[in-house]
């Protein structure tokens, strides 16, 4: 059992008061350690005020209960930092929080979804057919698209984002991608990496090479809201990699050269990676490959190719 919450506390304090309160009112009188009479005025109007006083806290701990419930933030946090902080901490919950809370890959995996690396389809580096054979998300999908992009003369990003959301909730591979990016950039709202992380994942789940390379940028990256992590970088880099394209394998050299965030550093094994690179023609393979010969420490001058949406 955990420990006893000050509201629940304060909850069942609140509750007697206004029994006895109400008790008073009706004219029953009910012995208390320290009661005493009182004849005047005030002292008749006190069990109105008892009564107002506890009805309103009673409220208060119930507001401060749905709130943490609803949103995972309690009411003195709240207090708090809008009276002590900046304000950044006194955001409303992004629309990741849903997202998470619901996902069980998320809840199975202690906060980390986690995606096979060695079983990709062969259709993995394509990326042509975007259809799933069901009609209606199909269809959702194209007017998100064509809202998106002004195809048919009318851009109505809000819109998109809207129908990219519930087809992805619905499990549209490409509708989680879209709407990821969205999130990411933020159009046709608020932007939201750790939504846009959670559902960059939802569509590399369904082997979406492009939110795979995706998720290899926001973790080496280390997106605004999304916590630098190059061991997740690494992982998606190397299922990405296997499209044999140069940016993914020069990227691979460059986690392994520089080290840390979950993976040791290792020139050898990024000298391996940068000439691989080199061959599949990334753009700065080759000077990144002369920075370690070189002897240059200095890892921070080490490029990346651009991967994910900018």
Not at 192 to 202: E, I
Not at 215 to 227: C, H, I, R, S
Request: charged share 20%; proline share 4%; aromatic share 8%.
């Amino acid at each position: 059992m955990g420990p006893i919450r000050i509201e629940i506390v304060i909850l069942v304090a609140a509750s007697l008061a206004t029994i006895l309160a109400v008790l008073d009112i009706i004219g029953i009188k009910v012995p208390t350690f320290g009661r005493h009479e009182s004849s005047d005025s005030k002292g008749k109007s006190r069990p109105y005020a008892q009564f107002l006083l506890s009805f309103f806290v009673i409220g208060l701990c119930i507001y401060s209960m749905k709130l943490e419930a609803n949103t995972g933030r309690s009411l003195s946090g709240v207090a708090a930092c809008i009276i002590f902080s900046s304000g950044n901490s006194c955001k409303e919950p992004n629309e990741s929080s849903k997202s998470l809370a619901d996902s069980a890959d998320y809840s199975a995996s202690g906060g980390q979804n986690t995606v096979d690396v060695a079983n990709r389809p062969s259709t993995f580096c394509e990326q042509i057919n975007y259809a799933t054979g069901n009609p209606e998300l199909d269809a959702m999908y194209n007017a998100a698209w064509s809202l998106d992009n002004g195809t048919d003369g009318r851009v109505d990003r809000e819109r998109a984002r809207q129908l990219y959301r519930d087809a992805a909730q619905r499990g549209h591979r490409a509708s989680q991608y879209n709407y990821a990016v969205m999130l990411h950039r933020g159009q046709g709202g608020p932007v939201d990496n750790p939504a846009s992380v959670y559902w960059h994942q939802q569509a590399a789940n369904q082997d979406d090479y492009l939110a795979t390379i995706s998720l290899a940028g926001a973790y080496a990256d280390g997106w605004p809201g999304v916590e630098r992590n190059y061991a997740k970088a690494l992982q998606y880099s190397l299922i990405a990699e296997k499209c044999e394209k140069g940016d993914m394998t020069n990227n691979i050299g460059v986690i392994y050269a520089r080290g840390g965030w979950g993976v040791e550093r290792d020139l050898g094994t990024a000298r391996i990676w940068f000439r691989k690179a080199e061959v599949r023609g990334s753009r700065h393979a080759s000077r990144n490959l002369g920075t370690i010969e070189d002897g240059l420490d200095n890892s921070e001058i080490l490029l990346w190719d651009d991967i994910g949406p900018p």
